[in-house]
């Protein structure tokens, strides 16, 4: 058989899936012999993405119901699918007669050039088993801060657990070629500081909206679209493997043996809960079982500030050296990650510095509202109205201003008093003048 090529991620949600499946169909669009194992656990994505349904997959090998050759889908779009699904899970579980039975039922299997694992996503044993027992791993990022991070941790157990082939890294859903790159030398410089990794960059496949809508038509956008930008970044990942090539080419049968081997004898994950020691004995926890429940307990969880029994001044300061040398190492990690994200916000944006987003929308409310200012009129300010105080209608000339009543003088509030201000004493003073000329036009009269 030929190569063996596992596609794996730190996180869902990256593309993953889309690229194993595209990047096999490619592959048999250039005449190569290509199968795709879907060994994501519990999440069918590879039946989604092409619309198929199988009825068996691996576990109904594994329990000797069904021949290898009876659950492999044949020819969908070119490739042949083998179904993992639930099967997967269990081959941690098999015992030494029944791993060597599965090796043989797959020793029967026809050769491919190809062979496109897809695994779930994240960091669990089955993943790291997989990647283990493959020479060549393809680990797909986004310029999401969240994927380089998570990507960054799967590196990290890769390297705990001694991965000695480098790593093939595509960047899915950019918006640019060149961001692509951006994000692939950032995260390399990060990695070649802290891991003994060694990077490679496979290419990046950019944002397009045709992906979106072959999801919803259950097919390949490569065969739907092959004009799409999307597409022609995967042919051009799967011209590159193609003359890539490798040296160590291996069957399946030999490639399941690696990943039962790696998840038998103890993978390593760095800082996942409930690992065990590293000291102790089998003989020791042999005999903390036989012990009644309230013993044990009194063995493991000690008093605050009480030291455990058996502890020296020495181990106490080698677990403070070891203390302090990872708080180094995370610092230094941290610090990298911070670089990554500083750099892509200049780059992408195309800002040569980072500005405050409240400022930058306090800016452009101001250049707004000096353009409505403009509109109104050769930019000058528009006078607020003002509340005019009560004016009384003009009085006729000639005739005698008509004194109002008390009732309706009085009838309003204090406010409707300020309102009229001295118009009583005007009216008055008026009234007297107008008698005044009218007894100097009439004296007689006035006399009488």
Do not use: W
Request: with cysteine; proline share 6%; charged share 30%.
């Amino acid at each position: 058989m030929g190569r063996i090529i596992t596609v794996t991620s730190g996180k869902g949600g990256v593309g993953k899936t889309s690229i194993g499946v595209n990047t096999a169909v490619t592959l048999a669009a250039m005449g190569k012999r290509v199968c795709l194992f879907d060994a994501d656990l519990g999440l069918a994505n590879v039946n989604i993405l092409l619309g198929i349904y199988p009825r068996h997959d691996l576990s109904d090998v594994i329990t000797g119901e069904k021949r290898v050759e009876e659950i492999i889908i044949r020819n969908c779009y070119g490739i042949d699918i083998i179904p993992g699904s639930s099967g997967v899970a269990k081959l941690a579980d098999l015992t030494e007669r029944e791993i060597e039975t599965l090796i043989e039922k797959f020793k029967g299997l026809k050769d491919y050039d190809f062979v496109i694992v897809d695994t779930s996503a994240g960091i669990s044993k089955s993943v790291i088993a997989f990647c283990a027992a493959s020479v060549e791993t393809v680990l797909v990022l986004t310029p999401e801060p969240t994927s380089m991070t998570d990507g960054y941790s799967l590196l990290k157990v890769l390297a705990a657990n001694r991965y000695p082939y480098p790593v093939m890294v595509a960047v899915n859903q950019c918006t640019k070629i060149k961001v692509a790159r951006i994000v692939f030398d950032r995260f390399q410089e990060t990695v070649r500081k802290f891991l003994p990794i060694r990077l490679l960059l496979l290419g990046p496949v950019v944002k397009d909206p045709v992906v979106a809508r072959s999801v919803l038509e259950q097919k390949p956008f490569v065969s739907l679209f092959p004009d799409s930008l999307a597409a022609k970044c995967i042919r051009r990942i799967g011209e590159l493997l193609v003359r890539r090539g490798s040296s160590d080419a291996h069957g399946f049968d030999s490639f399941l043996l690696k990943c039962m081997d790696a998840i038998k004898g103890g993978i390593e994950i760095p800082g996942k809960r409930g690992a065990a020691p590293a000291t102790g004995g089998a003989h020791e926890k042999s005999a903390g079982k036989n012990k009644p429940a309230g013993e044990a307990m009194d063995e493991t969880i000690n008093a605050p500030g009480e030291r455990p029994a058996g502890q020296t001044d020495a181990d106490v300061s080698r677990t403070v050296e070891r203390l302090e040398s990872r708080v180094s190492e995370l610092t230094g990690e941290i610090a990298g990650m911070r670089r990554i994200l500083e750099t892509l916000a200049d780059k992408v944006l195309g800002t040569d510095q980072r500005e405050d987003v409240p400022a930058r929308a306090k800016e452009a409310e101001g250049r707004a509202l000096s353009e409505d200012v403009k509109e109104m009129g050769d930019g000058a300010p528009v006078e607020e109205p003002r509340v005019r105080r009560f004016d009384p209608p003009p009085k006729p000339e000639g005739r005698a201003p008509v004194e109002e009543p008390a009732e309706t003088v009085g009838r309003g509030a204090a406010s409707d008093a300020m309102d009229i201000g001295d118009e009583p004493l005007r009216i008055a003073l008026d009234f007297e003048a107008y008698v005044r000329s009218r007894k100097t036009e009439n004296p007689q009269k006035t006399m009488e």
